[in-house]
C-alpha cells in the first residue's frame, strides 16, 4: 500500500487526518539514506541473562517466531508450537518447570500447532488463540481452563492491550494462484475485551495489495508499553495502536517499492530509543541493516550493517553482536530472546561466555535449550552523540 499521508521531516510534525491522533507523529525513514553509523555491541544496549530450562525432558520448542515468550518478575512462559504436544510451558524465573497448561487437541482446553497467546499478568489468566479452530480458550496459572470463547476469524498474530485482545490477520486479503484472483474479507484487525470476548470498535487497515504467497514467515505484531507496532510487507507504512484502540502511522518507509518491499521491523523499546531492523521478501537481495530512533529528538542512526537476518544470527547474539530481528520479539517491550539448542552451543564454544560454557559442559544432546535473555539498558546509549 502507497500511504496517501504526506511525509514529515524527523521532527515531530502533528499529522491531521485520517486515524491521526493529537500525539501522533510520522517518521520518515530511508534505508539508503546516509545516517550517522555507530559500531554498537550487544552489551551496549542490553544486559544479557542465561537461564537453563531444568525438570521437563519433553520440552520441545519449534524455532519460529510462534514460540512467544513472556518474562514476569517470578516466573516465564514459554509457548512450545509442535505439531505432536504443543502447550504452554510454565517456568520460575530461575528456569524451574512449574507445569505444563493446555495440550495438544480439539477437545475442552485443548488447541492445535497453530496457535497464539496473550497473558493478563494482574489477573493471572492466559488467553490461547487456537488459529485453525477460531477459538479463544482461557485458562487460569495453575492450568484450568476457565471458558472458551468461539469466534468467527482467525489471527496469526495477538496482543494484549489495556485488558483488550487485539488480533492481526494479514492474510485477510490474499492473492490466489489458483484462481488468479483476490479472496477474502479485507478485513485485517479485530479486538475483543476479555471476559466475554465482546467484540470491540476498532479501526482497520486497508492494504492496497494483498498477502500473496511469497512473503516469509513474519511477526506483524510487535508489543510495546503503550500499544504494539503493525507491520506488513504490503504497506509502506509502520502503524500503531495506542491502549485507547486509536490507529495511527508512525513509520513511513521511502524505499518500499512494487520491486523491492523492504519492510520495518520494531524490535526492542527502551525509555530513550526503539530499535529496528529492515528485511526484504523471501529471495530479495537488499540491506539487512539495525537502526534505532530516538526518542528525544527523532533522529535515526545506523547500528553496524551484521546482516541480522542472516541464519547465523543466534550465533552472532553469542558474539555479542546487535542481532536483533523479528524472531527475537517476546511478548515484553522491553526484552527479547532467543532459544539456543545444544548443537549450537558446541559449535560456537570457542566464543561462549565462561559462565555459559559451564553450563554447556553440562548439557547433553537431549538437554533443553538455554534461554538468553536480552533485557534492554535504561536511559540513553553512551556511545551515540
Not at 530511508?30 to 521437563?56: F, M, R, T
Not at 502447550?87 to 485443548?110: C, Q, S
Not at 486497508?206 to 510495546?224: H, S
Request: neutral net charge; hydrophobic residues 40%.
Amino acid at each position: 500500500m502507497k500511504t496517501n499521508l504526506f511525509l514529515c521531516l524527523l521532527s515531530s510534525i502533528l499529522i491531521v487526518g485520517c486515524n491521526s491522533s493529537d500525539d501522533s507523529y510520522l517518521i520518515e525513514f530511508d534505508v539508503n539514506k546516509n545516517y550517522p553509523v555507530y559500531d554498537i555491541k550487544l552489551s551496549d544496549v542490553a544486559e544479557v541473562k542465561y537461564i537453563e530450562l531444568k525438570g521437563l525432558n519433553t520440552f520441545w520448542v519449534n524455532n519460529d517466531i510462534s514460540a512467544k515468550i513472556l518474562v514476569c518478575e517470578d516466573f516465564i512462559l514459554i509457548g512450545d508450537r509442535n505439531s505432536v504436544e504443543s502447550k504452554l510451558v510454565l517456568f520460575d524465573a530461575d528456569g524451574n518447570f512449574i507445569r505444563i497448561i493446555g495440550t495438544y487437541g480439539r477437545g475442552p482446553g485443548e488447541f492445535l500447532e497453530q496457535f497464539t497467546f496473550v497473558v493478563d499478568t494482574s489477573a493471572q489468566k492466559i488467553i490461547v488463540h487456537s488459529i485453525d479452530q477460531k477459538l479463544f480458550i482461557k485458562f487460569d496459572f495453575t492450568g484450568n481452563m476457565i471458558d472458551y470463547h468461539q469466534i468467527n476469524e482467525r489471527f496469526y498474530q495477538t496482543a494484549f492491550i489495556n485488558n483488550q485482545v487485539i488480533g492481526y490477520n494479514y492474510r485477510s486479503r490474499y492473492f490466489s494462484y489458483i484462481s488468479n484472483t483476490v479472496k477474502g474479507s479485507g478485513v485485517s484487525l479485530h479486538a475483543y475485551d476479555i471476559g466475554k470476548f465482546k467484540p470491540l470498535s476498532i479501526g482497520d487497515i486497508k492494504y492496497d495489495r494483498p498477502y500473496n504467497g511469497k512473503i516469509g514467515l513474519i511477526n506483524n505484531l510487535t508489543k510495546v508499553k503503550d500499544g504494539c507496532y503493525i507491520t506488513s510487507f504490503q504497506s509502506d507504512t509502520i502503524y500503531f495502536v495506542d491502549s485507547s484502540l486509536r490507529i495511527y502511522p508512525r513509520f513511513v518507509n521511502k524505499r518500499y517499492s512494487d520491486d523491492i518491499n523492504i519492510s520495518i521491523f520494531p524490535v526492542l523499546e527502551a525509555e530513550d530509543y526503539i530499535l529496528f531492523s529492515t528485511e526484504s521478501e523471501m529471495n530479495v537481495e537488499c540491506k539487512r541493516d539495525m537502526f534505532m530512533l530516538r526518542k528525544r529528538d527523532n533522529k535515526i542512526f545506523r547500528l553496524s550493517n551484521n546482516n541480522s537476518y542472516a541464519l547465523n544470527y543466534k550465533a552472532k547474539l553469542l558474539n555479542n553482536e546487535l542481532a536483533l530481528n523479528q524472531f527475537t520479539l517476546t511478548q515484553n517491550h522491553n526484552i527479547a530472546a532467543v532459544l539456543l539448542p545444544y548443537e549450537l552451543l558446541q559449535k560456537n564454544y570457542s566464543i561462549l561466555t565462561n559462565d555459559l560454557k559451564n553450563i554447556v559442559d553440562k548439557m547433553t544432546d537431549n538437554s533443553n535449550p538455554i534461554l538468553v535473555l536480552i533485557t534492554a539498558r535504561t536511559g540513553s546509549i553512551s556511545c551515540i552523540n
